[in-house]
């Protein structure tokens, strides 16, 4: 009598399926890149175009976020040690301090303590010149942003008009029972991704303006602030 050998293969079936959906994902992984650069050499140079727009509007805010924030950081004990300095008379420890503190409150403030002897209005004067100084160091390529906001959404309906042109044009052409339905396919592709991207685009640069320049005005705020006490300070009778 012969023996036949049973063979286990649930653990063959598991693997097959793994496989299976494995291939499925990188399937569908192609298929969005192949979507995304799928609407001809025009279509993907608009989409080339609206990712450079992508990094580079990536790229400004994070930068220019990094350097607001380092402006920011004020010590405290700052303008306490200015006041001690300036009532004793120690004018040249109070320059070292400011040229010692890399913020714009100190550049502000050592440029009004170099002015000391001067009328109070050239100080006012020397003093709003420096704040506007700093002010546009902040605001460095931060336009940039808001250029950007406006270009990426534009680029994105650029890419919206070509592929429907792209579409209709196909379907003009072509008999009607012998549309080529990719050819058709590759303009709507065109015509939807370039939108959606170009208004990720659009939305990022936005946010991200208004959440600098919101940052500045605060660092506005807090130089006005002590060049006021700071001017108050030079008020005082002897």
Same mark, same amino acid.
């Given at each position: ?19 299976? !959906? *494995?291939?499925?994902?990188?399937? %569908?992984? @192609? ?10 050499? $025009? /279509? ?43 009532? !004793? *008379?120690?004018?040249?420890?109070? %320059?070292? @301090? ?10 502000? $403030? /050592? ?44 680029? *994105? ?82």
């Amino acid at each position: 009598m012969f023996h036949f050998l049973q063979v286990d293969t649930t653990g063959v079936q598991a693997l097959a399926g793994a496989a299976e !959906q *494995g291939a499925e994902v990188v399937k %569908k992984e @192609l298929a969005l890149s192949e979507i995304i650069f799928s609407g001809g050499i $025009i /279509g993907q140079s608009i989409m080339v175009a609206i990712f450079i727009m992508l990094f580079l509007t990536i790229y400004l805010y994070l930068e220019r976020f990094m350097a607001i924030k380092k402006a920011a950081k004020i010590d405290e004990n700052f303008m306490t040690q200015i006041k001690m300095f300036i009532a !004793q *008379g120690k004018i040249d420890q109070a %320059k070292v @301090l400011c040229a010692n503190t890399n913020t714009p409150v100190a550049r502000l $403030i /050592g440029k009004g303590i170099s002015r000391i002897g001067k009328p109070l209005q050239d100080i006012n004067t020397a003093i709003e010149n420096t704040g506007k100084l700093e002010v546009y160091k902040m605001e460095k390529n931060i336009n940039l942003l808001a250029t950007l906001s406006g270009a990426g959404p534009m680029t *994105g309906f650029l890419g919206t008009v070509v592929g429907m042109v792209m579409a209709f044009h196909e379907m003009s052409t072509a008999a009607s029972a012998r549309i080529d339905m990719g050819v058709l396919a590759e303009g709507i592709y065109t015509a939807m991704m370039t939108t959606v991207f170009g208004l990720i685009v659009g939305i990022i640069a936005y946010v991200g303006y208004n959440h600098l320049v919101s940052n500045i005005d605060k660092i506005v705020h807090q130089l006005e602030a002590n060049a006021v006490e700071f001017l108050d300070l030079l008020n005082e009778p002897a």
